[in-house]
């Protein structure tokens, strides 16, 4: 049983730099189809851990498919990885975007090499982030996906590529400097750095308020989510960056920031978190209204996509900080579904991109006829992202409203839902506008010559249509795994 | 006496090897022999050292020398440094064509003063050791002869024999209060002092103060930092890289050993040079990366981010006075940030001096699309420059965590944070030059070369800056080890 699995998740991609970095000259070609096997394999194995993980109630709050070994002894720190229902989805997302994000950039010919070596690493940092189960380890790659992010927006992005990669870069290390004085105030108080051991856990007095605690962990994850007035770097780095690199930024990377909330600042100080929550609460809310209403006024197609992530996020933060069952489980599946849709309107915006070299929605009208089936597919994400039945967004919006709006954790929560709720009415505004905007109206002379999807295009998107549906269709399917990861956790809290 | 010669065997072997280049020099043609006796002679005394390595803790030559692991380590850790710098300065030394031997020597033994500093466990040996390492590096850094080189070597002179009078002048008043010269008398006279007596001896505290200003200036520590740009920049790039590294470690290592040995027993008392350090470290790494900001010449930038780099270990060396004597984890902490801190900025100076020889210019404009031009030391570089922002997967990270943890520990959060927001203002000129080699357009395309010696300095830095990224434990190991001082 001792397949070391989680490590061949998340090193599968680095065999694939090693590859890249090791041929002498390699062919363009080359370098695609190794990254494309590489992230291929990890996503196989990650399906495989999937298909084995145990669902029994005894396995319920168990950390599964553990690999444990003494990594600094000198702190006390262990190379140790293990996923709960709260992480494999992202696991699964992570692995899934990576092929998606590959094949996206089947066409790129800058630097092909650097660039897939970029993209694959990011890709097993962020996996390192979702199974590492200590502080350290966790920080290691949390800090490690900075700097192949940095190189993809600063050499293949567009527009203001170097402003963009430096406002993340700057973001990014601020919020992981306090995180990190907050992982080393854990250990002090705590004596470890075991995330398992520190579910749940009391903390008695100690040299530093709790508040100051959570707040030290909070900001980092709260620049990454983010968070509203932290949002600012998130619009730069999206619209500056290059296809593969938003699919995963908004896909996979975002979510760590949902997930550290999760497994360290609730888990850790439940008490504290259910103190501020009506503070995150209303942050949330007001990311939701604020990200929708700007999203609203944008007529760059890149940049509309990155305020909605801010709207979307809003949900998520709403639905961790009702602190309640249903309401985790809902920001957990809103993560993965918000992740699949984000991922698959960036695609498709690249796409656009690419054929018409304008992302200027004054300058598009009427593609529908032009490439009807790239419109069918951006019009499938929009309606998932605006929450139509039968997709993934509807049901993750769906959970989460059901279960802030029940939740009696924190006073007043039926206010935060209902104002939320207005969202998804905004959103479905600059979603059909956008889209009417693009696909339909008078079709434009210039336009006439471009090309549809290619058959690579074809495949990567539908098998992200495939996923949408499959999530919208049978919730379950992920709901069942991720309640092993939430339960626990609400019982924490008590409600 | 004599069966205590063998204690010192490195830097005895070391100076043999120092004269035999003097020596060779004046008499034959060929020069490349000379760096071949000088790296063979740095290993000779590598090997003493590391035979040393097993003995207990003991001291030498009535109480002027101790032998314990910590010196013995750093003691290692510079002679590894002049080789590698030695290796670098392979193509650099042609620029003084006559004075190559003259070169080498004198950095033997500028080395060897520093290894008898980081044993030095009386005052007067420590005075004599550091006089021994100033001089030679005085020559050294006006050893290219030109107007800047000149104006760096002065300037570091002057400001040297200031910092030297300040520092004569705290350890008189220490002399003068407790009647002794060697580490541990003082100890057992501030033990036995009546903790009034001592609140009420100025004379005594006045001389703390001073010595750890003269040694301030040693490690660059504000406001005794201001000769550092402009000797760095003047210097000949392998002595800059030098200075940047041995000296620095050996100034840290002698100033940790002198307030540990002799002032580390009254709780109070160690607080409180605790807290002057402390403060001290938030002006001096405040200030060495904001003003590294605006460089833009890459040895000045460098010297301002060494001294942002001191501000961090003098950190580790306030938490190391908050700590009990006996917490041997903080000190292994100050040292294991010293041997990654070495490691990779000698990494980051060796691309410096392998570029600059092709380029000869240190503008970071002139670093243009290095990427394009040499792609592996544009790698070399980042690695090294990924390492100094604190970034994994590298030395600089775990160095950094292992340091902070403890000051964490001694309860100075406050510290911690302003340390590590100064680290996220370090990237900014740290990615500065990283943007500048790969998103840059190349201003030529002539190909940038370097050495073998070169390209072997700079492989040995990176992946040791790497592998000790990942897999630190066994370093720590080392340096845990290393923590053991005599006396304490």
Sequence with gaps: MNLNLLSWIIFLPVIGIVIIALLPKPGQKTVKWIALSATLASFLVSIAVFLMFNRSEAAIGQMQFEEKLLWIPAINSYYHLGVDGLSLPLVILMTFLGVISVLVSWKVELRPKQFFIWVLMLESSILGVFCSLDLILFFLFWELELIPMFFLISIWGSGRKEYAAYKYLIYTLVGSAFMLAGILSVYFITHTFDITALRGIQIGTSFIPLTVLFFLLMVGFAIKLPVFPLHTWLPDAHTNAPTAASVILAGALLKMGGYGMIRLCVSMLPQVALQYAPVMCTLAVIGVIYGAAVTLRQTDLKRLIAYSSVSHMGYVLLGIFALNQVSLTGASLQMFSHGVITGLLFAMVGLVYDKTHTRDLNNLSGLARQMPIIVVVFSIAGLASLGLPGTAGFVAEFITFAGSFTSVAVAGMKIFTLIAVIGIVVTSGYILWMLQRVFYGYPLDKYNGVKDADAVEMISTFAVVAVIMLVGIYPAILTNVIYMGIEPIAKLIGM | ?488
């Design chain 2, 1 to 488: 006496m004599m069966d205590q010669i063998r204690y010192i065997a490195p830097e005895i072997s070391l100076l043999c090897f120092a004269l035999i280049v003097i020596v060779l020099d004046l008499f034959i043609k060929p020069k490349k022999v000379l760096p071949v006796i000088a790296v063979a002679g740095s290993f000779v005394a590598l090997l003493a050292v590391l035979m040393l390595w097993g003995v207990p803790v003991t001291d030498v030559f009535n109480k002027m020398l101790a032998v314990d692991q910590f010196g013995l380590f750093f003691k290692a850790l510079i002679l590894v440094s002049l080789v590698l710098v030695i290796l670098a300065s392979n193509r650099y030394v042609l620029k003084f064509e006559k004075f190559q031997g003259e070169f080498y020597a004198l950095l033997m033994l500028s080395a060897i003063g520093l290894m008898l500093l980081v044993s030095a466990i009386n005052l007067i040996t420590i005075y004599v050791a550091l006089e021994l390492s100033s001089i030679s590096l005085y020559v050294l850094v006006s050893f290219l002869k030109d107007k800047q080189s000149s104006e760096a070597g002065l300037k570091y002179l002057i400001l040297g024999a200031v910092a030297s009078a300040i520092l004569l002048y705290g350890m008189a008043l220490i002399f003068g209060t407790t009647g002794n010269t060697c580490l541990t008398c003082i100890a057992d006279y501030v033990k036995g002092m009546p903790a009034a007596s001592l609140a009420g001896s100025p004379v005594l505290l006045i001389g703390l103060v001073l010595l750890i200003s003269g040694f301030g200036f040693k490690i660059a520590s504000v406001p005794f930092q201001m000769w550092v740009p402009d000797v760095y920049e003047g210097a000949p790039t392998p002595i800059t890289a030098y200075l940047s590294v041995a000296s620095k470690a050996a100034g840290f290592a002698v100033i940790a050993r002198i307030l540990l040995t002799a002032f580390g027993m009254p709780a109070w008392l160690h607080n409180d040079w605790a807290m002057i350090i402390a403060v001290l470290a938030v002006l001096t790494m405040t200030v060495g990366n904001i003003v590294a900001l605006v460089q833009t010449n890459i040895k000045r930038l460098f010297g301002y981010s060494s001294i942002a780099q001191a501000g961090y270990l003098m950190v580790g060396l306030a938490a190391m006075g908050m700590a009990a004597q006996a917490d041997s984890t903080i000190r292994s902490g100050l040292i294991f940030f010293l041997f990654s801190y070495t490691l990779t900025n000698l990494g980051a100076f060796i691309a410096i001096i392998a570029i600059s020889n092709k380029i000869n210019s240190d503008n970071i404009d002139d670093y243009s699309g290095m990427a394009k031009r040499s792609p592996l030391l544009a790698t070399g570089l980042t690695i090294c420059l990924v390492s100094l922002t604190g970034l994994p997967p590298t030395a600089g990270l775990i160095a950094k965590i292992y340091i902070f943890s403890g000051a964490v520990d001694q309860g100075l959060l406050w510290l911690v944070i302003i340390a590590v927001i100064n680290s996220c203002i370090s990237a900014f000129y740290y990615f500065k030059v990283v943007k500048v080699m790969w998103m840059g357009e190349p201003v030529n395309n002539d190909e940038v070369t370097s050495t073998w010696p070169e390209w072997l300095a700079l492989g040995f830095c990176c992946l040791a800056v790497v592998v000790i990224g990942i897999i630190p434990g066994a370093f720590m190991a080392i340096t845990q080890n290393a923590a053991k001082i005599f006396g304490i």
